[in-house]
């Protein structure tokens, strides 16, 4: 039985090509829409339209016979069944465990976190200011085991001096830096500088638990802002 009408056949790769450019553009939203930071190798989604636009194109011009046509588009549709679910969810899990470190995606953070209504990082500020020196930013999502945290650090006199007068007005004082788990960052590994002083806003009082603070180098006019949840 004749699969189609011969000279048609054309039309089996040009249909998948409009299905994976849907697939393709709709994964592509999610992830550009729905992940912090885009990545290059994202466009590799796109991969799959061009293979089958290729195939539309060599067939329709009479390169490939009607077999061969039908039997490449077959290959096409099973390779694109797996290639696509696990090609998503492979980035979800590379992106999950890989930190977003350029500052420039800090307000995009707080965004996707939903800032205005998340209390938990309420206190951080909702940019960096423009006079800041000296940014780092830090953010990895928790998965399985792994702990959610979000870290800026910068150099501000006006920042420092806000958030000195905000803590003062709510009555939370200051505790030295010392060695315990309050105190490590991801930008001091270890310990912050004793030229620190931290304000606890709230912590569960556990090894791996919920800490939010923010830590401040008066002299230096640093302050460093802290969320994890482990």
Request: some cysteine.
């Amino acid at each position: 039985m004749q699969i189609t009408q011969k000279g048609k056949t054309y039309l089996i790769p040009l249909i998948l090509t409009l299905l994976s450019g849907i697939v393709s553009t709709a994964i592509l939203g999610i992830l550009l829409f729905g992940l912090i930071q885009p990545r290059l190798y994202f466009l590799l989604f796109l991969f799959p339209v061009l293979l089958a636009g290729l195939l539309t194109f060599f067939s329709k011009r009479g390169k490939l016979n009607d077999v061969a046509c039908i039997v490449l588009s077959a290959l096409f549709l099973f390779a694109s069944l797996f290639a696509y679910p696990y090609g998503f969810f492979f980035t979800l899990i590379i992106e999950a465990t890989t930190p977003v470190t350029h500052p420039v995606f800090y307000e995009r953070t707080l965004r996707l976190l939903g800032y205005e209504k998340n209390e938990a990082i309420a206190f951080f500020p909702p940019s960096v200011p423009k006079e800041a020196t000296g940014v780092s930013f830090y953010y990895m999502t928790g998965i399985a085991m792994a702990g959610t945290t979000l870290e800026l650090c910068f150099t501000d006199e006006d920042t420092v001096n806000e958030y000195l007068s905000y803590a003062k007005a709510k009555g939370i004082s200051p505790s030295p830096v010392s060695k315990d788990h309050t105190t490590y960052t991801q930008k001091y590994k270890y310990a912050m500088p004793e030229t620190f002083e931290c304000y606890l806003l709230f912590s569960d009082n556990s090894n791996h638990g919920e800490r939010e603070f923010f830590a401040v180098d008066e002299a230096n006019n640093e302050i460093l802002f802290c969320y994890e949840n482990w």
